[in-house]
């Protein structure tokens, strides 16, 4: 079973910066593609960004140009640098992953925009 750890979460005032990253237990290299979602509170889970094996990208209208999602094979990771945080980019953020084997998510981890 893939395992996914997601770390760099935490709290972050309005317009600052925060980068989330991703590890896998296996080699991601196989993964078609990797990417991140989040929930907030009484909403669905929503897509915020997707990287697939041929390195296109694909991003969530809400956060276009001011996050960005990288893939990194020899370290098993896929990472999101998220910046300019809005009050509305508070939510958990899950990481993703659908390999040859099926489709993993990691536990999640918080991120709190406040002021």
């Known amino acids: 079973q893939v395992q996914l750890v997601e770390s760099g979460g935490g709290s972050i005032q309005p317009g600052g910066s925060l980068t989330l990253s991703c590890k896998a237990s296996?080699?991601?290299?196989?993964?078609?593609?990797m990417g991140w979602w989040r929930q907030s509170p009484g909403k669905q889970r929503e897509v915020v960004a997707i990287?697939?094996?041929?390195?296109?990208?694909t991003y969530a209208q809400s956060v276009k140009g001011r996050f960005n999602i990288s893939r990194n094979n020899a370290e098993n990771e896929v990472v999101l640098t998220m910046g300019t945080l809005k009050f509305e980019d508070t939510a958990i953020y899950f990481c993703?992953?659908?390999?040859?084997?099926?489709?993993?998510w990691g536990q999640g981890t918080q991120v709190n925009v406040s002021s």
């Open positions: 296996e080699r991601t290299a196989t993964f078609y593609s």
């Open positions: 990287q697939i094996s041929d390195g296109r990208k």
């Open positions: 993703n992953g659908a390999g040859p084997s099926g489709e993993y």
